[in-house]
């Protein structure tokens, strides 16, 4: 199809020239942006559809992320193209469905990079219009080749696919090594004490407590057999660790490091368009706010974290005003998959959860094929380019990688346009509609099709429960029809009344699946 992306220096010329013909007197109308604007994703790592005032909580308050809804457009169709974390950032990544990529699965703390080199992506898109480009937080898509040595220089990191700029955990929290990468190298690290990593198997190092043999040492008790590896800063992880004692993060300074590093990527980089990516940690466990967090809420640590997330965003908005550059930047908050309570540790989630829904009225959470696995919270603040509202459109995390390159002026060629599809007016608010259609995956690569109000889920041989963790995966051996305008808890199985709906998706979803 014909790429036609703003063309800003033509816009503002046309503009000025009119301005000049009518005299100065007249009313001046809105001046175009001079400036190509900046990009911001803010992502949390497992925050549900519920969990934010403006979602409908009200056991957690979220003030600023309420406001950029106020100021923003609340999108209440937005999703992540998957239930847990690796493929949902790979797609936000690359544009492209995580289920064409088989190594976009959950990775381990030493997995190799997924994302290809040469693979377009977001920010590789963005340097093509000039902007510089950054991440800052949650990574999980892999560094290295497959044998990363945490002691060397590390080839691919987020440098390689497009990103100036990267200041990252490698996984996740609950996963070791547990250190930052700054750049090609581990933070901090003391070249006299060197980190080995190994994933599997028993513990290879006899000498290094884990959460198995040591649950004395432990601050937070682990819920199942996966949290019980090396223990750091007194909590059990997935994976064996050694070494790097000097380079070891504290888990309750995660946020405000992560947050400050942010705003530096800011401040110097506020002259020139950017892209940022904000990858925030919370709410995944282990959940480890700083302590003035500490009993923020009365749902324990997952609230309190929710709170703590909800600060580091007000403050990232707060540095960009003072920066003078809010104007001038765009900036979307979402999260990568859906809510979950016990995800490994004992922390009273389950517990003290009270009349809180952290996927609000949407059945199932992280992992699932029901919609509150990857149906998320998605804002979007643009001062001046976005109009405030509400926006039912239906939008995939796979869309910013078109939507961004036609606002930056950029044609994608078709081939590498993968699932990515330009949904500018969408998501400035110039409309209500959004894609036809999207395809979403529960854990396993399990894939759904929303089509219009339909969700159809295949049928898929496998548990009810995901690791007996209280979340429903959706597998049933018959087809599964929903129609959300009307039930949105997914309540009502309609295959059996509208078979050749049934038929109808399913042939779309092959079609999209075989494209
Ligand atoms: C799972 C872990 C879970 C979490 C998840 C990744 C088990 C049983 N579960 O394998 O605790 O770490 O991986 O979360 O080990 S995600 O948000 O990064 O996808
Ligand atoms: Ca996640």
Redesign the pocket.
């Known amino acids: 199809s014909e790429c036609n992306p703003e063309k800003f220096e033509e816009m503002v010329a046309a503009q000025e020239g009119w301005l000049n013909r009518m005299g100065a007197k007249l009313p001046i109308p809105k001046a175009p942006k001079a400036k190509k604007p900046n990009f911001i994703i803010i992502y949390a790592?497992?925050l549900g559809y519920g969990d934010l005032n403006s979602y409908g909580a009200t056991g957690i308050l979220t003030p600023n992320l309420d406001q950029m809804a106020a100021e923003g457009i609340r999108f209440t169709s937005a999703y992540a193209t998957a239930a847990?974390?690796?493929p949902s950032r790979y797609s936000l990544l690359t544009g492209s469905y995580p289920w064409r990529n088989k190594d976009a699965k959950?990775l381990s703390g030493n997995a190799g990079m997924i994302i290809g080199e040469d693979e377009r992506t977001v920010p590789s898109t963005l340097k093509e219009a000039g902007y510089t480009t950054g991440v800052v937080g949650k990574w999980?898509i892999g560094l290295g080749n497959g044998k990363v040595d945490w002691n060397g220089e590390i080839r691919p990191t987020p440098l390689d696919v497009g990103f100036d700029h990267s200041y990252i955990m490698a996984a996740?929290n609950?996963?070791v090594p547990c250190v930052y990468v700054d750049g090609r190298r581990v933070e901090n690290l003391d070249p006299d004490d060197p980190i080995t990593v190994v994933y599997g198997g028993d513990n290879p190092f006899p000498e290094i407590p884990t959460g198995k043999e040591h649950p004395e040492l432990l601050r937070m008790t682990h819920s199942?057999t996966?949290?019980w590896d090396t223990i750091v800063d007194g909590v059990g992880r997935?994976g064996f660790s050694k070494g790097g004692k000097n380079a070891e993060w504290d888990d309750e300074t995660m946020a405000e490091n992560f947050l400050n590093k942010a705003k530096a990527f800011i401040s110097e980089n506020k002259d020139e368009p950017f892209f940022l990516y904000y990858a925030l940690h919370q709410p995944?466990?282990p959940r480890l706010p700083s302590p003035r967090f500490a009993g923020a809420t009365d749902h324990g640590p997952r609230g309190d974290v929710i709170v703590e997330l909800d600060w580091c965003v007000g403050e990232f908005m707060d540095h960009l005003k003072k920066e003078g550059i809010d104007e001038d930047t765009i900036v979307v908050f979402s999260s990568?998959?859906g809510p979950i309570l016990d995800?490994?540790y004992l922390d009273e989630s389950p517990e003290r959860i009270g009349n809180h829904k952290p996927a609000g009225p949407l059945r199932g959470g992280k992992y699932s094929q029901f919609d509150g696995g990857s149906r998320v919270p998605m804002i979007l603040r643009a001062p001046g380019r976005a109009t405030p509202g509400v926006s039912d459109a239906l939008l995939s995390h796979a869309d910013f990688l078109a939507s961004f390159a036609k606002i930056a002026g950029v044609c994608i060629p078709e081939a590498e346009m993968a699932d990515s599809v330009d949904m500018t007016a969408a998501l400035l608010g110039a409309t209500r509609s959004g894609r036809d259609q999207l395809v979403a995956e529960g854990f396993g690569a399990r894939m759904v099709l929303r089509s219009g109000d339909w969700v159809l889920i295949p049928p898929y041989e496998g548990p009810r429960l995901f690791?007996d963790k209280d979340i429903e995966t959706g597998n049933s051996k018959q087809p599964q029809l929903y129609n959300l305008n009307q039930d949105i808890g997914q309540r009502d199985n309609l295959a059996g009344k509208y078979p050749e709906k049934v038929a109808e998706m399913m042939a779309i979803l092959d079609s999209i699946q075989h494209k």
Request: proline share 0%; aromatic share 4%.
């Open positions: 790592d497992d847990t974390c690796t959950i999980h996740t609950d996963r199942d996966q949290h997935i995944h466990v990568d998959n995800d490994g690791y």
